[in-house]
């Protein structure tokens, strides 16, 4: 689905439930979240595979839905073996996208396996299925947490793409000139495939903060300030999220983004608050 100026295309992120209740309550969220025409909705899983069976299952549930599902496909561990036993098991499953990462090492693991980086992946993707799947890849508009500098993490970046990646979802991020930076900079590399801006909505103010910690997303002093002075007051700082995340989505559409993906933490609300003031629902 190609941008126009009045569709943006839209795509949702996931997290296999590990809970029966938790599978009820996702597939309700799937089908109010349907409303927004999904491009495709992708399903996380933990370090080394370790909720990989739940997430294989949340994406056979959402392709029976008629809708395209990519699971996050991480090599860290892996051997060349068992990433080619894994991707004739997607194409079985009928699983034509997949999104293509390293991957955090379990705790207490000792190596990396056979695949060092995702574009170690990407190429055995490429060499062992050809064109038959659509990859995503990671990008980091505020660079990677473990990236040696930021002209390493861009020259990283341009490498899994000339690996073979259609396309790339970023980190989320709230300053949308470091996404523009970004873009810019890996055109000047050479690298031409559509950069997808990731969106977390603001509805947690202490989940907001543990995640950004955990994952090098800056959150502006400005937004820090304002979610700290509201306290416990649900109301408001889901209020100023939605206004800021619409803002920041806002910025992006006008300034040509082709896509947005949405972290929807398997919640709804927030993902379709955000599209109704877009004017995407």
């Not at 997290?15 to 799937?30: A, I």
């Not at 040696?148 to 341009?158: C, I, N, V, W």
């Not at 947690?204 to 979610?227: K, T």
Request: with cysteine; charged share 20%; proline share 6%.
């Amino acid at each position: 689905m190609q941008a126009t100026p009045d569709r943006l295309p839209v795509s949702l992120e996931f997290f296999p439930p590990k809970t029966p209740e938790g599978v009820d309550k996702l597939t309700t969220v799937r089908a109010q979240l349907y409303a927004l025409r999904p491009e495709y909705c992708s399903v996380t899983y933990g370090a080394g595979g370790s909720t990989q069976g739940g997430t294989l299952q949340t994406v056979q549930s959402i392709l029976s839905e008629g809708v395209d599902a990519a699971p996050h496909f991480s090599c860290i561990g892996a051997t060349r073996d068992s990433v080619r036993a894994q991707l004739e098991q997607f194409r079985q499953m009928g699983i034509r996208r997949l999104v293509a990462l390293r991957g955090d090492l379990p705790s207490g693991y000792g190596g990396f396996g056979e695949f060092r980086y995702a574009s170690d992946l990407v190429a055995f993707i490429r060499e062992t299925t050809g064109d038959h799947f659509h990859i995503e890849v990671g990008a980091y508009p505020e660079v990677h947490p473990q990236a040696r500098s930021p002209e390493a993490d861009l020259q990283a970046f341009a490498t899994k793409v000339r690996a073979g990646a259609n396309a790339a979802i970023t980190q989320y991020f709230f300053n949308s000139d470091a996404y523009f930076r970004f873009v810019d900079d890996v055109h000047k590399l050479g690298v031409d495939v559509p950069i997808i801006p990731g969106i977390m909505p603001i509805t947690n103010s202490s989940q907001l903060m543990r995640f950004s910690d955990a994952c090098g997303a800056e959150i502006p002093r400005w937004i820090r300030m304002r979610l700290a002075a509201y306290g416990d007051d649900k109301a408001s700082i889901q209020a100023f999220g939605l206004d800021v995340v619409s803002d920041l989505c806002d910025q992006l559409r006008v300034a040509g983004a082709p896509g947005l993906h949405f972290y929807t933490m398997n919640q709804a609300h927030a993902t379709l608050q955000i599209c109704e003031r877009l004017g995407l629902r």
